[in-house]
T-cell receptor, first 114, second 109 residues
Framework: GAVVSQHPSWVICKSGTSVKIECRSLDFQATTMFWYRQFPKQSLMLMATSNEGSKATYEQGVEKDKFLINHASLTLSTLTVTSAHPEDSSFYIC??????????FGQGTRLTVV | GQNIDQPTEMTATEGAIVQINCTYQTSGFNGLFWYQQHAGEAPTFLSY??LDGLEEKGRFSSFLSRSKGYSYLLLKELQMKDSASYLCAVLDSNYQLIWGAGTKLIIKP
């Protein structure tokens, strides 16, 4: 089946630094990818929709200058958390759509900002 | 390895009740989620279970048995708008989400 790979799985960074998370669709082309954030034991929160070759669409309340999304190819989208702070510590998950009906999820990236 | 199993597709009749099962084998357990996803849309959160038992929320209920590695989502009084994919996901001991492939639920009049 289709696989979406997210990297890294874990990252610890210092406050004020930036962290890049990659989301790759391994065996299909994804014109649309979604980025989510999940705090422990809470629901997934959609952050933004990433479309290949165009600017991402951010959900209300998500700072686009802080969470930079680049969907440069049909198999790769990246989320960069800029100037990270401890409150950005969370679990970030991507998903990639194959066609209109199938969504495949990455295993998530656990970000800890110290 | 880690594994989540759920049926690929189910069909039910409007007004009826349907139960979607999910079995899991993961390295550790920190909770199980159910999500609903309509075609072309982002998934929406339905439920979270971390303790054994049944959690009811309106027409939707979710059950968990940790000893059996088993959960189900129960949908009552089915409506046409309930036609969607239902995803089961488990948080493992590293707080990574392990996803099932989803169950496509088709509601017929």
């Amino acid at each position: 089946g289709a696989v979406v790979s997210q990297h890294p799985s874990w990252v610890i960074c210092k406050s004020g630094t930036s962290v890049k998370i990659e989301c790759r669709s391994l065996d299909f082309q994804a014109t649309t990818m979604f980025w989510y954030r999940q705090f422990p034991k809470q629901s997934l929160m959609l952050m933004a929709t990433s479309n290949e070759g165009s600017k991402a669409t951010y959900e209300q309340g998500v700072e686009k200058d802080k969470f930079l999304i680049n969907h440069a190819s049909l198999t790769l989208s990246t989320l960069t958390v800029t100037s990270a702070h401890p409150e950005d510590s969370s679990f970030y998950i991507c998903s990639a759509n194959r066609g209109d009906t199938e969504a495949f999820f990455g295993q998530g990236t656990r970000l800890t900002v110290v | 390895g880690q594994n989540i199993d759920q049926p690929t597709e189910m069909t039910a009749t409007e007004g009826a009740i349907v139960q979607i099962n999910c079995t899991y084998q993961t390295s550790g357990f920190n909770g199980l989620f159910w999500y609903q996803q309509h075609a072309g849309e982002a998934p929406t959160f339905l439920s979270y279970n971390v303790l054994d038992g049944l959690e009811e929320k309106g027409r939707f209920s979710s059950f968990l048995s940790r000893s059996k590695g088993y959960s189900y989502l129960l949908l009552k009084e089915l409506q046409m708008k309930d036609s969607a994919s239902y995803l089961c996901a488990v948080l493992d001991s590293n707080y990574q989400l392990i996803w099932g492939a989803g169950t496509k639920l088709i509601i017929k009049p």
